[in-house]
C-alpha cells in the first residue's frame, strides 16, 4: 500500500507532461513487479500515426528517447496490428505470450484527444484481476491529471500552448540535459540518448495576423476566432511535432523550433507564411502573416528572445506585412529573403 501511495504522490505532484509519462511507467512496473515495460508515444498526423518509444525499462534500468526530427525514421502504428487495436478500442488488449514465454499487457494511456500512447507491462505470469484494475486505476488517475495540465497549459480557443506556459516551455527545453523524476524509485542507471538536432541553434520565431482587427471589424469576432482557429490547424500542419506552438494573446503567436542549422530557418518560417498565403479562410478570404525570428543563446531568457523576435517582426510590418525577417540580419543591415534560403532537411512535419 505505501508504494501505492507514493506513486499517487509523486504523479501529483509533476507538472511536466513527460516526466509524469516516464513516472507512470516506472511507477507501474515497479508496483506490478514487471520483469519490463516499455513506454510508446504516439507521433505524427492522423493518417500517418507513427510510434516512439519513449522509454524502456529493462532489470531496473531505464533508456529514455527523444522524438526524433524526422518522424519517417518511426515505424506506424498500423505496423503493431496489437497496438493498432488498443487505440481504436481504447481498451486494454487481450494477454498474449511474449518472445521470453512471459505474459505482455498493453494498456493504452488516454488522454481527454484519445489515445496518446501504450503502457506495455511483461511479467513472467499474466496480471490477477486486482492487479488489472489497480492498473486501469493508475492510468485515469494520470489521465485526470493530464486534463488537468491542459486547462492550465493551453489556449481554449486554439489548442495551442498558452502565454503562461510559454516561459516554463522555453527554460526546459534551455536545459542541455533533463533529469528524469525517479526519485522514489530506485532505478539504477540512466540513460538519455540526445535528440537528432542536439548541437544545433534552437530559433525562436513571433508570428502575427496582419490586419487582424479589420477582419473583426468587418465580419465580426466570431469570425475572427475561426480565423484564430484555422491558423493554428495550419500551424500543427506545417511544423514538426517537436516544434513548440503558442498562442500568446490575440493574434500574436510564437514558434519555438526544433533544434536547426541557421541556413534552414528562414525558408522553413517562409514555406509556413506561403501556406497561409494561400489558403482560403472560410467567410473571410485571404489572410496574411507578418513573422520575426531570432536564434536563443545560452543566455537568453524568455523574454529576451522574444523581444528580439518582436521587433524583427515588426520591421516585417513595418516593410509592408507578409514577410519573414531574421533579427540577426536586421541588426547587421544585411536582410535576406527568407524565400531564398534552402527547405529544412527533411521538411515534412
Same mark, same amino acid.
Given at each position: 500500500?505505501?508504494?501505492?501511495?507514493?506513486?499517487?504522490?509523486?504523479?501529483?505532484? &509533476?507538472? #511536466?507532461?513527460?516526466?509524469?509519462?516516464? =513516472?507512470?511507467? $516506472?511507477?507501474?512496473?515497479?508496483?506490478?513487479? %514487471? *520483469?519490463? +515495460?516499455?513506454?510508446?508515444?504516439?507521433?505524427?498526423?492522423?493518417?500517418?500515426?507513427?510510434?516512439?518509444?519513449?522509454?524502456?525499462?529493462?532489470?531496473?534500468?531505464?533508456?529514455?528517447?527523444?522524438?526524433?526530427?524526422?518522424?519517417?525514421?518511426?515505424?506506424?502504428?498500423?505496423?503493431?496490428?496489437?497496438?493498432?487495436?488498443?487505440?481504436?478500442?481504447?481498451?486494454?488488449?487481450?494477454?498474449?505470450?511474449?518472445?521470453?514465454?512471459?505474459?505482455?499487457?498493453?494498456?493504452?494511456?488516454?488522454?481527454?484527444?484519445?489515445?496518446?500512447?501504450?503502457?506495455?507491462?511483461?511479467?513472467?505470469?499474466?496480471?490477477?484481476?486486482?492487479?488489472?484494475?489497480?492498473?486501469?486505476?493508475?492510468?485515469?488517475?494520470?489521465?485526470?491529471?493530464?486534463? &488537468?495540465? #491542459?486547462?492550465?497549459?493551453?489556449?481554449? =480557443?486554439?489548442? $495551442?500552448?498558452?502565454?503562461?506556459?510559454?516561459? %516554463? *516551455?522555453? +527554460?526546459?527545453?534551455?536545459?542541455?540535459?533533463?533529469?528524469?523524476?525517479?526519485?522514489?524509485?530506485?532505478?539504477?542507471?540512466?540513460?538519455?540518448?540526445?535528440?537528432?538536432?542536439?548541437?544545433?541553434?534552437?530559433?525562436?520565431?513571433?508570428?502575427?495576423?496582419?490586419?487582424?482587427?479589420?477582419?473583426?471589424?468587418?465580419?465580426?469576432?466570431?469570425?475572427?476566432?475561426?480565423?484564430?482557429?484555422?491558423?493554428?490547424?495550419?500551424?500543427?500542419?506545417?511544423?514538426?511535432?517537436?516544434?513548440?506552438?503558442?498562442?500568446?494573446?490575440?493574434?500574436?503567436?510564437?514558434?519555438?523550433?526544433?533544434?536547426?542549422?541557421?541556413?534552414?530557418?528562414?525558408?522553413?518560417?517562409?514555406?509556413?507564411?506561403?501556406?497561409?498565403?494561400?489558403?482560403?479562410?472560410?467567410?473571410?478570404?485571404?489572410?496574411?502573416?507578418?513573422?520575426?525570428?531570432?536564434?536563443?543563446?545560452?543566455?537568453?531568457? %524568455?523574454?529576451? +528572445?522574444?523581444?528580439?523576435?518582436?521587433?524583427?517582426?515588426?520591421?516585417?510590418?513595418?516593410?509592408?506585412?507578409?514577410?519573414?525577417?531574421?533579427?540577426?540580419?536586421?541588426?547587421?543591415?544585411?536582410?535576406?529573403?527568407?524565400?531564398?534560403?534552402?527547405?529544412?532537411?527533411?521538411?515534412?512535419?
Amino acid at each position: 500500500m505505501s508504494k501505492l501511495v507514493d506513486a499517487l504522490a509523486d504523479l501529483s505532484a &509533476l507538472r #511536466d507532461r513527460e516526466d509524469l509519462e516516464i =513516472l507512470m511507467a $516506472l511507477g507501474a512496473a515497479e508496483l506490478l513487479g %514487471a *520483469s519490463a +515495460a516499455r513506454l510508446w508515444r504516439i507521433a505524427g498526423r492522423p493518417d500517418d500515426l507513427r510510434l516512439h518509444e519513449r522509454a524502456l525499462l529493462i532489470d531496473r534500468s531505464i533508456t529514455i528517447s527523444e522524438t526524433p526530427s524526422d518522424l519517417h525514421d518511426l515505424p506506424t502504428l498500423d505496423s503493431r496490428p496489437e497496438l493498432r487495436a488498443c487505440y481504436d478500442s481504447k481498451i486494454p488488449a487481450p494477454v498474449e505470450p511474449d518472445d521470453n514465454g512471459g505474459r505482455r499487457h498493453v494498456f493504452p494511456m488516454v488522454t481527454a484527444a484519445g489515445v496518446a500512447g501504450f503502457l506495455v507491462i511483461f511479467r513472467v505470469r499474466p496480471l490477477r484481476d486486482d492487479q488489472a484494475r489497480l492498473m486501469t486505476s493508475l492510468l485515469r488517475i494520470y489521465q485526470n491529471h493530464l486534463t &488537468l495540465l #491542459d486547462y492550465s497549459e493551453n489556449d481554449e =480557443l486554439t489548442g $495551442l500552448l498558452n502565454r503562461k506556459t510559454f516561459e %516554463a *516551455s522555453f +527554460a526546459q527545453l534551455a536545459q542541455a540535459e533533463k533529469p528524469t523524476r525517479a526519485d522514489s524509485i530506485a532505478v539504477v542507471r540512466v540513460e538519455r540518448r540526445r535528440p537528432s538536432g542536439a548541437g544545433r541553434p534552437r530559433w525562436l520565431a513571433a508570428l502575427d495576423i496582419d490586419f487582424f482587427k479589420r477582419i473583426n471589424d468587418r465580419f465580426g469576432h466570431p469570425r475572427g476566432d475561426e480565423v484564430l482557429v484555422q491558423l493554428a490547424r495550419l500551424m500543427r500542419a506545417s511544423f514538426r511535432e517537436s516544434d513548440r506552438l503558442f498562442r500568446c494573446g490575440g493574434e500574436e503567436f510564437v514558434i519555438l523550433l526544433d533544434p536547426t542549422e541557421a541556413q534552414y530557418v528562414g525558408a522553413v518560417l517562409e514555406r509556413f507564411r506561403g501556406v497561409v498565403e494561400a489558403f482560403d479562410f472560410p467567410h473571410v478570404g485571404p489572410v496574411t502573416v507578418s513573422m520575426g525570428y531570432t536564434c536563443v543563446g545560452a543566455g537568453d531568457t %524568455a523574454l529576451s +528572445a522574444f523581444g528580439r523576435a518582436d521587433e524583427a517582426l515588426y520591421a516585417a510590418k513595418r516593410q509592408g506585412r507578409n514577410q519573414v525577417i531574421c533579427y540577426e540580419e536586421l541588426t547587421s543591415g544585411d536582410i535576406m529573403p527568407a524565400a531564398a534560403l534552402a527547405p529544412r532537411e527533411a521538411p515534412t512535419p
